[in-house]
């Protein structure tokens, strides 16, 4: 066990903004770490308006020769449709070669069936467009995603020379309720640190306490990105001060918030992975 009292986290309330599904395992090793762990989705994930792109693109699995996964919600949304629609991922059912974001991606996509053959080192989606290089060039790549997500993916990919087909796996949106409570203890500014998955959460915190108030987070709280892409969103929003993790398992997470414990409440800098 961990001697919270020595944890740099220890009595620190931080704010987590994931959904509550992915929320558990940062969850407990921050309480493991003596932190008040603060669960305020500001993200859902629902369906796509219409399946008929995506069950096209089912059909024809075993004709693309990448199948990219970008996310966990979107190995989640991809395992539920194929069971839906009792497609086979297995042997000649199946693309060619299969990559991911990362190795979180990873297992997730191997869990759910699907062989791996290729992760990102860089743990994103432009670093492993980069990896792929010519590789994919005149290849079929089938690139399902959230309806929010970053343009920088599929660009860089058409760029090396891949026939991209994107579609909607699943949409983002605000989350249907939240806890009143919680909320008003946000607005508030009742919490030492608040850890951001996405741009996507970034964007529904600014329409539910405005920029001014996450700027404020950013001079006198603990802000910790979740990869650079989350951190580009900061940044659009005005926000300094932030650290930015490169890898996005829930480790990372808590160690990123450690390096910025010691500015809890504080107006300073870190250094080079500072925002």
């Known amino acids: 066990m961990p001697d919270v009292g020595r944890s740099p986290l220890a009595g620190k309330r931080v704010v987590i903004t994931r959904a509550f599904a992915q929320s558990s395992e940062l969850g407990e090793l921050l309480t493991a770490s003596g932190a008040i762990a603060i669960v305020f989705p500001l993200v859902a994930y629902v369906p796509p308006h219409d399946f008929a792109p995506l069950d096209r693109a089912l059909g024809q699995l075993a004709e693309f020769d990448w199948l990219i996964f970008t996310s966990e919600n979107t190995v989640r949304a991809i395992g539920d449709r194929i069971k839906e629609l009792q497609i086979s991922v297995s042997g000649d ?49 089938f690139l399902p995603r959230s309806d929010r997500a970053n343009r920088d993916l599929p660009v860089a990919l058409t760029r090396n020379g891949a026939k991209v ?3 909607v796996a699943y949409r983002t949106i605000p989350p249907p309720d939240f806890d009143e409570n919680v909320r008003t203890q946000i607005a508030a500014s009742e919490f030492d640190a608040i850890v951001f998955f996405s741009p996507t959460a970034v964007e529904h915190f600014v329409e539910m306490f405005g920029v001014e108030r996450l700027r404020v987070a950013g001079c006198e709280r603990g802000i910790v990105s979740i990869g650079p892409i989350t951190g580009a969103a900061l940044e659009k929003s005005g926000v300094s001060g932030f650290i930015t993790s490169d890898e996005t398992n829930s480790k990372a997470a808590v160690h990123a918030l450690e390096l910025c ?8 800098s870190m250094g080079a992975n500072r925002g």
């Open 93 to 141: 059912g199946s693309p060619r070669q299969i990559a991911c974001v990362g190795p979180t991606t990873a297992r997730a996509a191997e869990a759910a069936g699907f062989g791996v053959t290729r992760t990102a080192k860089n743990h994103s989606g432009v670093g492993l467009a980069a990896e792929l290089g010519d590789s994919v060039r005149n290849q079929r790549v």
């Open 261 to 268: 414990s010691a500015q809890f409440g504080q107006h300073s």
């Open 165 to 167: 087909e994107e579609v």
